[in-house]
């Protein structure tokens, strides 16, 4: 298995609950779409290609000081429980940790990382930079990911045109090539039933959601990632402004949502986020998706300080630890289904007591 | 309100979890039917006639050694939440508790309570003699009652008939009067889907089951009143050993499907105990009938030692003080449905707190 602590934080520093918001928002992410001007687009390309796509972009990344001392991995050499994993650390996109033939070897798939930065060779574009922020922090994402660009930018010759914008494999992304998105907790709009309303209003000033895990996830424990539609006819820090702005009318209606429910239904909540504590602290064998809403219950319980002493970094730790190729991982083997599940409830288990202790001892 | 605390252990020494077998049985009930000679039956007699009776049973009671010191209730005068109180207790039956003008004042109902014997007044027969001992005791059980029934009879003159023996108000208690039985608790085999085959066996030897709160009551969180239907044709010695030996088989076959259990879905069972802990523990609003589910679960976990430091006793006071009429002696007052939800599940938890507590103590 690859060993993640050659990544700066394992390449989870925005779970540490420490940016703006982070009751409700666990993270900002911000990509931009770029392509090299002398090669065609990736689906166009065959693996030769592909290849000298990526030694141009290590080239240049290594003259960089944002990238230049990155860690690569090269994703379609690695076996596909550690393509999963860092699917599920959200370190590559789905598209790149790819199914079967498509993300096998001579792809020359690769992920650069240095801090909170990385970059993405040979996904759907030849390069997707990305940025990931703890909380919601449109401007320190920008000015970290505008950085990478600009000194990317001055080592390759990315393709442009003066009237798009930068041109991308798919039309969608053409412009700034700019995509951001906040993963943000909003069960109190849920449990009003006021979610589909609100989604509905966002779809029409152009923001579109997804599950926890990206395009075509299932929404799980009430975790949506709102992102941006366009990437056209508007400058960067314009777009972030637009959806900064949306984002911050999104947590004010979730948290008038909370209110209304602490007003109108105190007991159902209280009842609702401490059955949830009970049953993670105490289960035997747990689902992921149980996992998910039960932690969407305690994570409600804690921001509302209705639960004391339950960090959101522990509730975060829970979230991406307990998927799949983390537990495997953890067990340093391929695990069953039922053993998975045990092994869920016993790292849930152990990192809510260590909560308790902690809070204890304060 | 009454006040419980004149009763000698407030009635519920039974609830002490320190007989045999207690982790299976919580409970041995003996009581015996008795009629005065010279009077008519319950069912015939005016109100006149039942405070004549009433006063002979006090008289000749103040006389004896076992009820000379006993308490008396005028369970007629009670309010229906204090007679509900009782009932809840185990003291006095469904029938005695009464419905509206049946239970009025004028009829005379009485109980006297002494250490764990009991007499009740003008119920269905002029008197119902009762023990309650914890665990699974017959022989202590029936030294006990057969004590109170002697002393009775030197100075009362019961209705006996040479051929029939005791004669009661109704025929199935004709001859020994005697109605035994166990209060049992039978997860395992309700988990194995055993439980209608053994009670079915057990229907076809002479005994019946009826649940927590006899006659007509549901069975809830598998606990199990299990009693001989037969009263005639064989000594009261003869009538114990038949029902302790079919209790001692009941005990066997639920150890046997706990143990099926815990070789054959471990998890599946410690998952069931821990989350059932999990949800009493934590839990802000609790039903009676979820409570008496989830004391199950907590009961059959801490009886396989898989939960720790929970003991019988503090499950037993849970089973007893979250119903109705303890909730409001406990609050002082009569509260709604939802308060009383909420009252319960603090009650429950402050149990488990200290059983917690009192564990990591020792």
Chains 1, 2 share one sequence.
């Not at 040979?122 to 920008?142: I, K, P, T």
């Not at 039922?338 to 202790?357: D, G, K, P, Q, Y």
Request: proline share 2%.
């Amino acid at each position: 298995m690859i060993d993640l602590s050659l990544l700066p934080d394992g390449g989870i520093g925005w779970l540490e609950a420490s940016g703006p918001v982070n009751h409700l928002v666990l993270s900002t992410r911000i990509r931009l779409a770029r392509n090299l001007a002398a090669n065609r687009f990736a689906g166009r390309m065959d693996s030769r290609e592909r290849q000298t796509v990526l030694d141009q972009v290590l080239e240049g990344a290594g003259r960089t000081g944002a990238l230049g001392q990155a860690v690569t991995l090269r994703v379609d050499t690695l076996e596909d429980w550690d393509r999963r994993l860092l699917l599920e650390r959200h370190l590559i996109s789905r598209e790149l940790a790819g199914n079967g033939d498509r993300s096998r070897a001579a792809n020359a798939r690769a992920l650069l990382m240095q801090q909170e930065a990385s970059v993405m060779v040979n996904e759907e574009d030849h390069l997707r930079l990305q940025v990931l922020v703890s909380g919601v922090d449109f401007g320190a994402g920008w000015r970290r990911i505008e950085a990478v660009d600009t000194e990317l930018g001055q080592q390759l010759a990315f393709a442009f045109h003066p009237e798009f914008g930068y041109l991308t494999s798919c039309p969608t992304n053409v412009g700034t090539g700019l995509r951001a998105s906040v993963l943000i907790h909003l069960p109190g709009l849920v449990l009003t039933k006021e979610i589909n309303k609100t989604l509905h209003g966002l779809a029409k000033i152009g923001l579109t959601y997804r599950g926890l895990y990206g395009e075509g996830s299932e929404v799980v424990g009430n975790f949506f990632q709102l992102s941006n539609q366009t990437t056209l006819g508007k400058s960067e820090p314009e777009l972030l402004d637009h959806l900064g702005a949306i984002v911050q009318h999104v947590i004010a209606v979730e948290e008038r949502a909370r209110q209304v429910l602490l007003r109108e239904a105190p007991t159902v909540i209280e009842d609702k986020c401490w059955r949830a504590f009970g049953l993670l602290r105490y289960a035997r064998t747990l689902g992921f998706e149980e996992t998910m809403n039960l932690v969407s219950g305690v994570r409600l319980g804690a921001s509302l300080r209705l639960i004391p002493n339950i960090g959101m970094y522990a509730l975060n730790r829970i979230l991406i630890f307990s998927q799949p190729a983390h537990l495997n991982a953890l067990a340093g083997r391929i695990m069953s289904d039922e053993e998975m599940s045990i092994r869920r409830a016993e790292f849930v288990r152990e990192t809510l007591e260590a909560e308790v202790r902690r809070g204890q001892g304060t």
